[in-house]
């Protein structure tokens, strides 16, 4: 578990943590390391969840499944992020997504009440924690409304246009990497993968943009 612990205290999670601080909540958490191969279910949907999963390496998709089999990638996360809080306070009773390791991963899983509930000795470190479990929760919810957002838009482009628009606007810059492949961009739009490859060909020829795999260049159309 050591060997994790400048990643933990680089995490949302557990910022502000001293290195002391951190190994005592980890006890208080019931924290335990668990290793996923690559394309393993970690929580499938409508699974009950009693405990947060954070991300030590590797990586994990937080995907959802329509009746018909249709497959939505909602979130990528990596090394230090945090998944299946929503499930864990019982608001759902159960997951509303599944949790796939995309790699050969190691999760770190705490339990949630003990997470939110202040311990018996109110340590303030403990406190802090829980601020930042509730900023965690507000970045998560702000990442779904911009998602919902974008998947309102009636056409490819159109989906496409705003979903770069926010990448280069959190870039601050015209120039960015997107953390999907064309695959996992295609999920991401909820949209056919053929079809967005070739409206990326016929934008990328109008002068919207640059793209070589995941790195886009915004040009003149693209920033009227």
């Known amino acids: 578990m050591e060997r994790y612990y400048q990643l933990l205290l680089n ?7 001293t290195e002391e601080e951190l190994a005592h909540i980890l006890g208080c958490l019931g924290a335990k390391v668990k290793k996923f191969s690559s394309n393993q279910m970690i929580i499938r949907e409508a699974e009950q969840v009693e405990h947060v999963g954070v991300v030590l390496d ?12 249709n497959r939505s990638l909602n979130f990528k996360l990596g090394p230090g992020e945090l998944f299946g809080h929503v499930a864990a306070t019982k608001v759902a009773a159960v997951s509303p997504v599944s949790v796939m390791s995309q790699d ?14 202040p311990c018996c000795n109110a340590c303030h470190f403990h406190s802090k924690v829980i601020e930042n479990m509730m900023n965690v929760l507000a970045k998560r919810n702000l990442m779904m409304n911009r998602k919902l957002s974008i998947l309102s838009k009636r056409t490819i482009r159109e989906k496409l246009l705003a979903y770069l628009a926010w990448q280069s606007y ?39 943009f640059s793209n070589d795999r995941s790195y886009f260049k915004l040009n003149g159309k693209a920033l009227a």
């Open 58 to 69: 590797g990586g994990v998709l937080i995907i959802s499944d329509d009746a018909l089999g």
């Open 11 to 17: 995490s949302p999670l557990f910022a502000s943590l």
């Open 104 to 117: 050969n991963s190691h999760i770190l899983f705490l339990n949630f009440q003990n997470l939110i509930t």
């Open 170 to 208: 959190d870039s601050q810059s015209e120039e960015f990497t997107i953390p999907f492949n064309r695959d996992e961009l295609a999920d991401y739009l909820s949209v056919n993968r053929s079809a967005l490859s070739r409206e990326l060909s016929k934008m990328i020829d109008e002068g919207y």
